[in-house]
Nanobody, 117 residues
Framework: QVRLVESGGGLVQPGGSLRLSCAASGMIFSRYNMGWYRQSPGKTREFVANVNPEGNKQYADSVKGRFTASRDDAKNEIYLQMSSLEPEDTALYSC???????????WGQGTQVTVSS
């Protein structure tokens, strides 16, 4: 079965950095678009970043220039390097996998990021 496990979250001061990881298993990793989403209490889940098998990336306007998504097919992992963090970035960050050309998707349980002084 497909499993996605996020890690790397924590407490950081405004302006700080964190690197999130998502380890995937039980799937042919190269066949999946991989993305990051986030959700704060009382808020809806929102798109953060995506990287497809070719390495093409897209970002939400709110994180452009601050966040960098990447993938390592040899490790079946994706990453989210976050810099210049702001309090509004506080959220549970979840990993999403979508099989290319289908509606089949999988989600991880998420890792908490808290930006506060």
């Amino acid at each position: 079965q497909v499993r996605l496990v996020e890690s790397g979250g924590g407490l950081v001061q405004p302006g700080g950095s964190l690197r999130l990881s998502c380890a995937a298993s039980g799937m042919i990793f190269s066949r999946y678009n991989m993305g990051w989403y986030r959700q704060s209490p009382g808020k809806t889940r929102e798109f953060v970043a995506n990287v497809n098998p070719e390495g093409n990336k897209q970002y939400a306007d709110s994180v452009k220039g601050r966040f960098t998504a990447s993938r390592d097919d040899a490790k079946n992992e994706i990453y989210l390097q976050m810099s210049s963090l702001e309090p509004e970035d506080t959220a549970l960050y979840s990993c999403r996998a979508i099989l290319v050309g289908t509606l089949r998707e999988y989600w991880g349980q998420g890792t908490q990021v808290t930006v506060s002084s």
